[in-house]
């Protein structure tokens, strides 16, 4: 395994963890976006593109165009073509507003189509811990994945999927509060 090269970068970085949408040479993969800059980032994941090659990375609405620049491993740098607005890229930034707004339409949508008594799951009066929230994170995370594997699913769901990773950050930030 060669060693990751350290170069001096011309910002700083901002370390984060939420997956995105890399795609090169049409195909689509998910990985880790673990830090980024408004010109690269560090991702990691599974069969990344060799250096040099040219890529996207998607984060709902939020693209940039970029290069691998050096890959270790499961781990690749990329140099993006032009600025970003690393804020863009936070797990809270806008297109988790866009879920919280897709997740409210259907909700009226159901109860509009649905005027019968809803089934309602009982109540276990047990308290909610957060190591319940941590395992319900990493479930939802192991779903994604799953289905982040499969090149149909992934083509066809790849935005529901970053929901069910953002859906995972939502449980792991409330699982914080709790401890």
Known sequence: MSAIPIRERREDRVDLLVRVTLHTDGASRVVRLCNVSAMGALVEGEDLPETGRAVDLQRGANAVRGRIIWRASNKAGISFSDRTEVEHWFPEAEPQSSVDKAF????????????????????HRSQITADDMERSAAALEELADAL??????FSRYATQLQSLDISAQLLRKLALRED
């Open 104 to 123: 409210q339409r259907i909700a009226r949508e159901l109860n509009r189509q649905d005027k019968r008594e809803p089934v309602v799951a009982p109540h």
């Open 148 to 153: 982040a594997g499969e090149p149909d699913l």
